[in-house]
């Protein structure tokens, strides 16, 4: 729900050379952590009158929506 942290934190591991999820170990351990990049495919804000639950709710749906678009075999 924070993507600036977010963003730091993958700014962070890619400049350790770790890897961020364990579903792409084996990618990095064979690329190296600079051919990964961060992408953000669409930026939402919690509206004022939405609940945190509601916007996290909202956000598993677009996540879904997203998820339905990519080959699951080679999604992280």
Not at 12 to 21: D, E, G, K, V
């Amino acid at each position: 729900m924070d993507l600036p942290s977010f963003r730091n934190r993958f700014n962070f591991n890619r400049r350790m050379n770790s890897c961020l999820h364990p579903k792409m170990q084996k990618d990095h351990k064979e690329y190296g952590s600079e051919v990964f990049e961060l992408e953000i495919l669409e930026e939402v804000e919690k509206k004022e009158e939405e609940s945190a639950m509601g916007f996290r709710d909202g956000l598993k749906r677009l996540e879904t929506a997203w998820a339905e678009k990519f080959d699951r075999e080679k999604a992280y």
